[in-house]
């Protein structure tokens, strides 16, 4: 849960990478109202990884949570247009004053607010286009946490928002039993369904064609290996194919692991643990487990 602070009211430069404003209008210039919108902190709940026990965490400020690399916060007119986009990247403190206060300046009227947080890396691509569509264009997506919501600016005060954001994001967690071979170098996994991008106003994916992310194991050799995947779903709970291969570093498979019928869910983390570096039977040797709040195991 991630509470958002915005201040609709003049807005310093180095507080945006990112600002639309729509402010030529037929009858002149309009009356803005200050409001505000902190993002200050989020309810998450996680396992114990090492117990396999749902644990809530609490309250976590965005600035030390790691799964949250960046914040965007945008409004939308009433034909859907946007006035105002603001994002915030944690590593980059040109960005932000405080990392999760906003402020902008909004003319009186009704408006969609869009508030994300997501962990932004390297190399990796985002977009927010409307309250009903936002994107990871980069190879693969990331943890993420929305909120979307109306809200009416008045002319009687500056108004101050906190708005909480929930995880919407499922994760698969891989873990072999066995250690990566010198050779392998990278792992790819393919989902059969969900994708990387999503309806911030449903918090569910806008495709169901899956997509395929590659990931390089930092373990050393003959260490197993654990790698993690965010895929947004198509609904609340999904069951889908998965695919693991192991590649060299010319991106040749030396092995591949098909597992099917796994079920993922939103806020919810399936692990797959199994023998990944063999010529084995593909899913032979897998335990199932989704436990990122509510925990069963599934053997197959």
Do not use: H
């Not at 990112?18 to 989020?42: I, Y």
């Not at 247009?81 to 999760?100: C, I, R």
């Amino acid at each position: 849960m991630m509470a958002v602070g915005v201040l609709l009211a003049a807005s310093c430069s180095n507080e945006s990478i990112d600002r639309v404003n729509n402010e030529g209008t037929e009858k002149g210039e309009l009356t803005t109202v200050p409001v505000m919108v902190r993002v200050s902190d989020f309810s998450v709940v996680m396992d114990d990884l090492s117990s396999g026990k749902a644990n809530s965490r609490g309250a976590d400020d965005p600035a030390s949570y790691n799964g949250v690399g960046a914040l965007t916060l945008a409004f939308y007119d009433g034909e859907g247009a946007e006035v105002v986009k603001l994002t915030q990247v944690k590593s980059d403190g040109s960005t932000y004053t405080t990392f999760g206060a906003f402020t902008a300046n909004l003319p009186v009227g009704t408006y969609t607010m869009v508030a994300l947080g997501y962990n932004f890396k390297d190399g990796d691509a985002f977009t927010l286009t409307s309250p009903t569509l936002a994107a990871f264009t980069s190879e693969r997506p990331r943890e993420t946490f929305c909120k979307t919501q109306s809200i009416t600016v008045t002319g009687s005060s500056k108004l101050n928002l906190s708005v909480t954001l929930n995880r919407i994001s499922s994760m698969l967690n891989i873990v072999s039993t066995d250690g990566r071979p010198a050779e392998a170098t990278k792992i790819r996994t393919t989902f059969s369904k969900g994708g990387k991008s999503f309806n911030p106003t449903t918090g569910l994916a806008t495709v169901d064609t899956g997509f395929a992310q590659t990931n390089n194991p930092s373990t050393a050799d003959d260490a197993p290996i654990s790698v993690n995947s965010y895929p947004f779903l198509y609904s609340d709970e999904e069951t889908m194919d998965i695919t693991i291969e192991v590649l060299d570093a010319g991106e040749n498979v030396l092995f591949t692991k098909y597992v099917p019928e796994v079920p993922m869910q939103r806020n919810r983390k399936t692990t797959l643990t199994g023998a990944v570096y063999s010529a084995s039977p593909t899913s032979v040797g897998f335990l199932l487990e989704t436990s990122w709040i509510d925990g069963n195991t599934v053997n197959f």
